[in-house]
């Protein structure tokens, strides 16, 4: 019968512990849930204000590398001859 009683108490703390556990991941999960809507909110906003104008800025950025990227190579060819 003790054997029984330290058995159930013991049962009793782990699932307290496992609780408190779910219930502090389940907190982290909120807040990094929150943080991600606000992002999404913001990317949002920038979509709409600017309209279909981001495509383009995006297109010209990936233009402006592929010219970095030319160059830094240019540059390292140039240095090793």
Known sequence: MVCFIVWTKH???????????TAQRAAEY??????????????????????????LQI???????KVDDAQSASSREKSVN
Do not use: F, H, P, W
């Open 11 to 21: 049962q009793r703390k782990l699932a307290e512990m496992e609780m408190q556990n």
């Open 59 to 65: 297109d010209a950025l990936r233009d402006q590398q």
């Open 30 to 55: 909120a807040a990094s849930n929150k943080e991600l809507e606000d992002r999404v909110r913001v990317l949002e906003r920038i979509v709409t204000d600017k309209g279909y104008d981001v495509a």
